[in-house]
């Protein structure tokens, strides 16, 4: 009994193949667009993209129009061929701003470009995108039904901006290139002055005049200890990082030896 219902299935299967195939490489537009709308009913979002793709043309002057171009965009987002479906869902609020469904395509336009934002290491211009596109969506729908959400993928975008930043900012305390990463990370903490990245970044400045102090040319180093020392007490106030809190205490006890060194050295120059 099971073989006899695998085999009936795969008929019926195999029969279905045959006829979503002999639609598609048909000229009868009508029934394209019932097969386009049986494989978007079915979730057959490739199939149901290239009938809609088929019959696109044949319809945009037909009240069944807006239906078509809101289901096509919707196959496009479930295959994740998200730019096509951000630009078809841009087309159907731009020539039907009042439908019942411009808002929800407003917000699979926010979807699609939020799915488009990728990690924060490399280029962030979807997010940056993404961003645009929340602000634009929250301006137009304040009182959405979407806002929750929206606000939820706008967080999350965010956080992401501030750590591909604080990443490039750190990136030159890692290369030793102590002057520039100091302003980076000052630049980086006035962009983001609530970052979830705050503490890093003014360890990591701290760090950066500490040993840029240390190694300075005599000249400059006493005004360099004094400012990182500076740097210690106001990340002192602000952490609560105790592996951070740990290595700046000694770091500092360093500094404090460096400079306590350096003004001896002044006096004896000075008696001389």
Not at 23 to 28: I, K, P
Not at 126 to 154: C, G, H, M, Q
């Amino acid at each position: 009994m099971k073989k006899l219902i695998v085999i009936f299935a795969g008929i019926l299967l195999l029969s279905a193949c045959s006829q979503y195939q002999k639609v598609y490489n048909g000229n009868d537009i009508d029934a394209k667009y019932k097969m386009a709308w049986k494989m978007y009913e079915a979730k057959k979002w490739g199939k149901a993209d290239q009938l809609f793709s088929q019959v696109d043309k044949f319809y945009k002057r037909k009240p069944t129009y807006q239906r078509l171009l809101f289901a096509h965009a919707m196959t496009l987002f479930n295959k994740k061929y998200y730019v096509s479906a951000g630009e078809k869902f841009r087309k159907f609020t731009q020539l039907y701003p009042e439908s019942s469904k411009a808002e929800e395509a407003d917000y699979y336009i926010v979807k699609s470009y939020d799915a488009l934002s990728p990690k924060y290491s490399v280029d962030q211009a979807y997010t940056v995108r993404a961003i645009e596109e929340v602000n634009r969506f929250l301006k137009k729908y304040p009182f959405s039904k979407y806002k929750d959400e929206v606000n939820k993928i706008n967080s999350k975008l965010e956080r992401k901006l501030e750590r591909k930043y604080y990443e490039i900012a750190k990136l030159y305390y890692d290369l030793g290139r102590y002057k520039a990463a100091i302003r980076a990370l000052n630049n980086y903490m006035v962009d983001y002055p609530g970052s979830h990245y705050k503490e890093d970044a003014l360890f990591y400045r701290y760090k950066a005049a500490a040993d840029l102090a240390l190694n300075s040319v005599e000249s400059k180093k006493e005004e360099r200890l004094k400012k990182a020392m500076a740097y210690y007490q106001n990340f002192k106030e602000k952490s609560t990082n105790e592996a951070y809190k740990k290595e700046a205490e000694s770091l500092y006890e360093a500094l404090q030896k460096a400079l306590t060194e350096k003004q001896e050295a002044n006096k004896q120059m000075v008696k001389k």
